[in-house]
């Protein structure tokens, strides 16, 4: 999801649900990925994406921002951490529409979720409880079409990472140039390949 002027997300799955609501779903290794804020921000930028210009707020799709975690990160042993916003002094829930829960990865439960998560941490389909889950795993670690995809999809994650690195040399040189105080933003444009209001941005940035 860009964002022109901040910071941009990359969501690992954005999906839609048969009552409208809009998933995001991130699955984390480190713990450091899956801060409380980082969540606040997948939110919204979600929310900013939603709405077309004009429309009422009323139209906002219902969120949830899902963190499956390797840890657990909250530390308290449950299997799931649903946040939802609410009135202090009641305790009743503000019903905006926004909801985030973490998944706790390490549980191992016999339940539905502790199994779901004993499936994550498999490499083997032949140990899965779920078919589903155990069928596609099958289908992209033994069939043919399968493999290809995955090499493919592999190859364009190469590929954006590469893109990546160049995006953040350019702003660099970009950096260095505003630091240097003596060069004029069109020629930092010329010589970084930024847009001039990417520049301004990172002027912007640098004065904060």
Same mark, same amino acid.
């Given at each position: 999801m860009e964002n022109l002027l901040n910071r941009s997300v990359r969501l690992d799955i954005l999906a839609t649900?048969?009552?409208?609501?809009?998933?995001?779903?991130?699955?984390?290794?480190?713990?450091? %990925?899956?801060?409380?804020?980082?969540?606040?921000?997948? +939110? =919204?930028?979600?929310? #900013?994406? $939603?709405?077309?210009?004009?429309?009422?707020?009323?139209?906002? +799709?219902?969120?949830?921002? @899902?963190?499956?975690?390797?840890?657990?990160? *909250?530390g308290k042993g449950l299997p799931l951490y649903p946040i939802e916003r609410c009135f202090l002094e009641t305790g009743e829930r503000f019903e905006d529409g926004s909801h985030i829960l973490y998944v706790n990865g390490a549980y191992r439960g016999d339940t539905p979720i502790g199994k779901l998560m004993h499936d994550f941490s498999c490499t083997d389909a032949a140990d /899965?409880?779920?078919?589903? $889950? &155990?069928?596609?795993?099958?289908?992209?670690?033994? =069939?043919?079409?399968?493999?290809? @995809? /995955?090499?493919?999809? *592999?190859?364009? /994650?190469?590929?954006? =990472? $590469?893109?990546? %690195?160049i995006r953040e040399g350019m702003k660099a040189t970009a950096?260095?140039?505003? &630091?240097?105080?003596?060069? #004029? $933003?069109?020629?930092?444009?010329? @010589? +970084?390949?930024?847009?001039l209001e990417e520049v301004k941005q990172l002027k912007a940035d640098r004065s904060a």
């Open positions: 649900d048969s009552t409208g609501a809009k998933l995001n779903v991130e699955v984390q290794r480190s713990d450091k %990925g899956a801060g409380r804020k980082r969540a606040r921000y997948n +939110s =919204s930028m979600m929310d #900013a994406n $939603l709405l077309k210009k004009g429309e009422d707020f009323d139209k906002l +799709s219902e969120t949830w921002v @899902i963190f499956i975690t390797e840890n657990d990160v *909250m /899965m409880y779920y078919g589903t $889950l &155990a069928n596609r795993v099958r289908f992209f670690k033994e =069939s043919k079409e399968g493999i290809e @995809i /995955m090499c493919k999809a *592999m190859e364009d /994650m190469r590929n954006e =990472s $590469l893109q990546e %690195g950096r260095r140039m505003l &630091a240097a105080g003596k060069y #004029a $933003l069109e020629e930092i444009v010329n @010589i +970084s390949g930024l847009s």
